[in-house]
C-alpha cells in the first residue's frame, strides 16, 4: 500500500501546522494514549479556537507515523453523501459514504453538531459511529459543542456511542481567525 502523503490531502490554509508547536503535550499525550487502545477524542470549544488547525496537526503526525488517516469535514461529508445518494457504481466503485464506512484507519470527523440534524442526517452519523465504536476503530472529533449540546442535536444514541469511544479534551482560548 502506497505511503499517504499529508500534502495530497490538507487544504492550503493548513499546510504548515505543525505538531509539536501548534498541539498542546496533554492533546498529544492524550491523543497517542488513546489512538494505542484503538479510541479516539472529542476536541470541542468555541468556534476560531484552533480545533480544526490542531486535528490537522495530529493528522499530520499521524500520516508521518505511517497511520493511515481520513479527514472530513462533517457537512462537507454529508453533502457529498446526499449528491452520492442515487447515482450507480460499478462493482469496483464505491460512494463516500461506504468509504468512509469501510475506512479502517483513524476517521476525523471536523466540526461535528454544525450539520443541520436532520432524521437522515442523524441516521448517516449513527451508522458511522456505531460502526466505528463495535469495530474499536480509533476517531477523532472537533466539535463546538460540549457533549450536552451534541446530544441535543444528533441524540442520545449518537452522544452515548461517542462517549464510549473517546477522551472529551476542551480547547480553549479566542477566536483565532479575529485576531
Known sequence: MKKQNFNEIVPPIFKNV???????????????????KGKGIYL????GT????????????????????????TAEFLERVRRDFNREY?????????????????????????ENASPWVIERLSLIVNHRYEHILATIF???????ILSK????????RILGM??????????QRLT
Open 90 to 114: 460499478d462493482d469496483d466503485e464505491k460512494g463516500v459514504f461506504q468509504e468512509a464506512m469501510e475506512f479502517g484507519g483513524i476517521l476525523i470527523l471536523d466540526d461535528m453538531g454544525a
Open 18 to 36: 505543525s505538531y509539536e508547536n501548534d498541539v498542546s503535550d496533554r492533546i498529544k499525550e492524550v491523543t497517542r494514549e488513546q489512538i494505542r
Open 50 to 73: 484552533g480545533k480544526t488547525h490542531v486535528a490537522w496537526a495530529l493528522a499530520k503526525n499521524l500520516i508521518e507515523d505511517e497511520y493511515r488517516v481520513l479527514f472530513l469535514n
Open 166 to 175: 473517546v477522551e472529551i479534551l476542551q480547547k480553549g482560548g479566542e477566536d
Open 44 to 47: 470541542w470549544g468555541a468556534p
Open 153 to 160: 442535536r444528533l441524540g442520545d444514541r449518537v452522544s452515548s
Open 142 to 148: 472537533t466539535s463546538n459543542c460540549d457533549m450536552e
